[in-house]
């Protein structure tokens, strides 16, 4: 079994994939799903997402760019502004500067794509091990095209999770992201110290920075579904 790190989203996953954003948007998704929405729909573009709103009422956006909510959108991309929330019966429509992307990176080639954080890091490392036969690659979303500390450190976490359950070659890129994760002092301040933690705290948003440090607090790993059969959307559920 292979375990492989992308530090930046490459393409070509023939297997298991984990998508990390955890600053904030794969954060955000356990935290609508954990909060009773029926499915979250990550959109190529935030025209899709808006497109599919239209004519229903049970349908709700949220979404970001710069860290600043999307106009036109009903929420931004705040775990905590969705733990505050209830979306029993609703679909959550969701578009983001850098996660989106990197899910449909995955989803080009993966036969499992699987959004993981620090929040579900236990559960979503359990969930790939159960599901792969071939390769686990955790793929880091980053922020604007360049490496981010906070998703290489979460890679870190879930790459020494992974390890511990059985027997992987590893690459480079899981090499990287184990130093950062054994060398860094704790979440919190290893989220907070990076560029985007800090971008965030300038936004007044550093209580997002703190609720993505949290470790294994939800068992929820959202999945992607198979057949998903709405243009330009990936449909992603409970798992």
């Known amino acids: 079994m292979r ?18 954003d955890v600053l904030r948007a794969t954060t955000t998704a356990v ?7 029926e499915a979250l729909l990550l959109t190529a573009t935030p025209e899709v997402a808006l ?8 349908i709700l956006l949220g979404g970001e760019r710069g860290g600043l909510p999307i106009p036109g959108f009903d929420f931004g991309n705040s775990p905590v502004e969705a733990a505050g929330q209830n979306f029993t019966g609703k679909t959550v429509v969701m578009n983001t500067t850098n996660g989106t992307g990197a899910a449909f990176a995955a989803a080009e080639t993966g036969k499992h794509v699987l959004l993981a954080a620090l929040v579900n890091a236990h559960a979503a490392a359990r969930r790939a091990r159960s599901l792969a036969t ?6 880091c979303a980053g922020t604007d095209t360049r490496v981010g500390l906070e998703d290489v450190y979460t890679a870190g976490v879930l790459a020494e999770y992974l390890l511990a359950m059985g027997a992987f070659s590893s690459d480079d890129g899981t090499r990287i992201a184990l130093t950062v994760r054994r060398n860094a002092a704790d979440p919190v301040e290893t989220l907070s110290s990076s560029a985007h933690g800090q971008h965030l705290a300038d936004l007044g948003l550093g209580g997002d920075v703190r609720h993505a440090a949290q470790v294994s607090t939800s068992t929820l790993v959202p999945t992607l579904a198979p057949g998903g059969d709405t243009p ?8």
Not at 6 to 20: E, I, R, S
Not at 51 to 58: F, K, Y
Not at 134 to 139: F, G, Q, S
């Open 3 to 20: 375990l492989r790190v992308d530090l930046l989203p490459h393409g070509h996953y023939p297997d298991v994939v984990l998508v990390v």
């Open 31 to 37: 935290q609508y799903l954990e909060r009773g929405a």
């Open 51 to 58: 497109s599919l709103r239209e004519g229903s009422s049970d």
């Open 134 to 139: 071939e390769e686990i690659a955790v793929v």
């Open 232 to 239: 330009g959307a990936l449909r992603f559920v409970a798992g």
